[in-house]
């Protein structure tokens, strides 16, 4: 338990000054709500055709943030490595998944320098860059 | 002319409008008259107002038979349009009513007991604290320092987050009014919501995009502590509650993309339970699990509505509620 010690000059009181802030924060947030509300108005977000079980559309996709990995499972060959492909395409993000989970655990020594920041960064552009090309790639595919 | 300034002839005017529109409202005589559309002798063929615009003989404007007297209940059950002018009246008179009541209570007050007056705000404070001495913890809570580094911008991603779910848990509230979880009534209800309900369209926007920016704004937020390597010791635990929430986060979006039961909505399920089905070993059960059965039915529909609508919240609510304790405890985490 390390409770950080703050000075009088670089910290402000809880309230009002840091709630204050808060509020403004939430007052912009609900501010775009509300223009999302009115252009629900002018024009509703609108429902498809009535769901059929025994017709299929063209083209079936998930959700967005699961696009991804629907993308990985579709693309992935049929064997990979003598194993089956659809078991390696849902292993591999549950396995990636358990290990942000634990990444605490895995990367528990203190920061040395900045230079990690930038490492982090990097880090997080690449998988995030992916994520994006795969859910376009499923987007439009 | 020290006494005379704008502001107090601003605060006059204000003053004569406000009384004149008091006086305007509660004389208008056609207030209590429910349908323009209904002719005034077919309400009480005894009585005609000169305003009406009736072709009965003006006679003496005199009151309606005791029978047909306007009620005030019908403006509760709907048989009277005419809301605005009894609130309107009811507001204004009650107010300037209490206003009233306090100034002789607080005259007498002052007087009776030779002191100052204390406010009642400061009378309740005092009463409470009394009792549970709840002031001097709640000061130290309040007046807790917070460093200045966490007014940049992106230490606001987690609260954004935390608001949004607030927006989602109010409209989604709104729209569970009116949803029906069958696979008969789910579609048209949701039509219904679309086309009858007042402002129903702008509560399912709001709820439809709030919940992809919330997702967003969670990824977000992860990547900031990512980055800044704020999940290190000792704040493992905030991390691990805080990748819970994003799962259920994208649960929330799962199992909410289905209520519509739209054609979108169905194929996305019965894709996203096969990927959940393909895990090996527990993929089966989990399939049996989310779909109730092996394939997408009403019994899915009733599911996926009882987590989206109670399962989830809760668990999001618990896991927040620790999420926040923590930070609370530790502080924020301070950047190189």
Known sequence: MSEIEHTPEDSIPFFPDHVKTEFFVVLGILAIVVIIGIAGLIKPVGIGDPADPLNTPLHVKPEWYFLALYQILKKIPPMVLGIEGKVVGVVIPVVLVAIIFIWPFLDHKPDKSKRIYWIRLALAIVAIVTIIALTIWGEVS | ?336
Request: net charge positive.
């Open chain 2, 1 to 336: 002319m020290r006494h005379f300034s704008l502001k107090r002839f601003g605060l006059l005017a204000m003053l004569v409008i406000f009384v004149g529109l008091l006086i305007f409202i509660t004389t208008h005589a056609r207030a209590y008259t429910s349908d323009p559309g209904i002719p005034e002798e077919s309400l009480s063929p005894n009585w005609s107002l000169a305003e009406a615009g009736s072709s009965a003989p003006v006679l003496a404007i005199t009151p309606p038979p005791v029978a047909q007297e306007p009620c005030l209940s019908c403006h509760i059950l709907g048989q009277n349009k005419g809301l605005w002018t009894p609130l309107a009246r009811w507001v204004l008179f009650g107010g300037l009513g209490l206003v009233f009541v306090f100034g002789v209570f607080r005259s007498a007050n002052t007087w009776v007991t030779r002191s100052p007056w204390r406010s009642f705000t400061s009378r309740v404070a005092g009463w409470v604290d009394e009792r549970y001495n709840i002031s001097e913890p709640l000061t130290k809570i309040l007046k807790k320092p917070v460093p200045k580094y966490a007014l940049h911008w992106w230490y606001c991603l987690g609260g954004i987050t935390a608001f949004l779910f607030v927006v989602q848990g109010i409209t989604g509230i709104l729209l569970a009014f009116y949803y029906k979880p069958t696979p008969e009534a789910a579609y048209s209800s949701i039509q219904y919501i679309e086309t009858q309900v007042y402002l129903g369209s702008a509560i399912r926007a709001i709820h439809h995009w709030c919940a992809n920016g919330m997702i967003v704004m969670c990824v977000a937020h992860m990547l900031r502590v990512f980055i800044m390597g704020a999940y290190k010791a000792p704040r493992e635990l905030n991390w691990l509650s805080g990748v819970l929430l994003l799962i259920l986060t994208l649960v929330f979006g799962f199992t909410g993309y289905l209520l519509p039961w739209d054609q979108r909505a169905f194929w996305a399920t019965t894709v996203g339970s096969e990927i959940a089905g393909s895990i090996p070993a527990i993929g089966n059960l989990t399939l049996v699990f989310l779909r109730v059965g092996w394939n997408v039915t009403g019994e899915t529909l009733s599911r996926f509505y009882g987590l989206h609508v109670i399962i989830v919240p809760l668990a999001t609510v618990a896991f927040m509620g620790a999420h926040f304790l923590m930070i609370r405890r530790q502080g924020i985490a301070k950047p190189l």
